[in-house]
């Protein structure tokens, strides 16, 4: 065995025990992707408490007749799939008004004509407005009609009409956003549950001024780095059986795909994030530190990255940042795998993770060699101290 082989083993080894006797900050890791959740369930609380969405109905129709009707009684019918729309009809005027006021985030338009039109199986159509006050809302918001359109031309013209709509491919049961989100959280948990168990066993040397002894001991310092990388991956995985016994337990929903395509997609990420720790714990070293940075920084991504919020909230650096990490890769595979069970773009996201994975690999441990050997302290209390000087002077 290689004295690098024997060196990374021991690294794992010696922090998987030390994590194991610390039993509280681990199950801190475990409940990681459940921050995330309840973060999410407040956020889109208002699209799915309650009865149903606050929906205007505008109904322009002069002579509605069955198919006015059929449509109106479906479109107000309790989903089982939330959000349900809880109708309030109203005339255009005051739905515009509230529309525009934020009060109404989705407004229903049947024209007039539209009755004549379905009865000679003429095309047409109806409007629907949906307040976009992030994307994720709007996707929930919209759904609801596109199935319960589906379901009218079902009911009252199997034979007649042809549905078209925006979204072309409709399954026959589409899991809400919420349902599915407990499998999506999982990639940000394990990705950022990496970086906080990598950054925090590096945090650990500092605290323990232990750091110089093991750098000094003639070992292979890329060995003991890339130990402390892959305690945080193996550990970083304790959150999986929670997110499906969440997700299982709430929606009786297990994902789609396969475990392969599991791991060729989060093992990447969590290597890659677990890089970034080992990088972060050599500047902060803190352990304090590591939590609010790891859970407040995931939590960021996920809500401006992950398709919750546009992008646009992060500026647009953050929007050109976004093009080149691989969290967006993961997300869009894995909405693709958990909720739809297809793979168009996994070869070309596999490939983009690994890259990143393969690159912090070898570059993490180098990087933080060469942070651990500067003393951030001395070097912020010189700028203090330089500070105060040209303050005395002025």
Known sequence: MSEFIRVFRAGVKKELRVWLRNKRRLGFVALFP???????????????????????LVIEEQNPGVYTNGLVEILGEHDPIPPSLRLIEMNAETADVLFENGEILVVI??????????????????????????????????????????????????????????????????????????????????????????????????????LDELLMSNQSVHAIFMGKMFSG??????????????GWGLYGLWPQGTVLAFLALTLPLSIYSAGLGV???????????????????????????????????????????????????????????????????????????????VAFLMMSPILADKLSRVDFGRKIEQIRQRRRRKASLS
Do not use: C
């Open 109 to 210: 338009t049947i024209p007039d004509g539209f009755e004549e039109a379905v009865t000679n199986n003429v095309s047409t159509s109806i409007h629907i407005q949906v307040n976009n006050a992030h994307e994720d809302m709007t996707k929930n918001l919209r759904m609801p009609v596109i199935r319960k359109l589906d379901f009218f031309y079902q009911t009252y013209l199997p034979d007649a009409a042809i549905s078209d709509f925006e979204v072309e491919l409709l399954n026959e049961f589409t899991p809400p956003r919420l349902a599915y989100m407990a499998w999506t959280i999982l990639i940000f948990g394990i990705s950022f549950g990496g970086l906080f168990l990598s950054g925090s066993t590096t945090t650990h040397e500092y605290e323990q001024e232990t």
């Open 279 to 357: 990088i972060i714990g050599a500047v902060v070293r803190n352990s304090v530190y590591m939590v609010p940075l790891s859970a407040l920084g995931a939590l960021f991504y996920w809500i401006v990255g992950g398709g919750i919020a546009p992008l646009s909230l992060g500026g647009i650096g953050f929007e050109v940042l976004n093009e080149y990490v691989p969290f967006s890769n993961v997300y869009r595979t894995a909405i693709e795998m958990f909720v739809q069970g297809t793979y168009t773009y996994l070869h070309v996201d596999i490939l983009v993770i690994w890259s990143f994975a």
């Open 233 to 246: 991956v193996i550990l970083s995985y304790i959150s999986v059986p929670a997110v499906f016994l969440l």
């Open 34 to 56: 459940l921050l995330y959740y309840f973060a999410f369930v407040l956020l889109m609380g208002g699209v799915y408490a309650g009865p149903g969405v606050d929906t205007a």
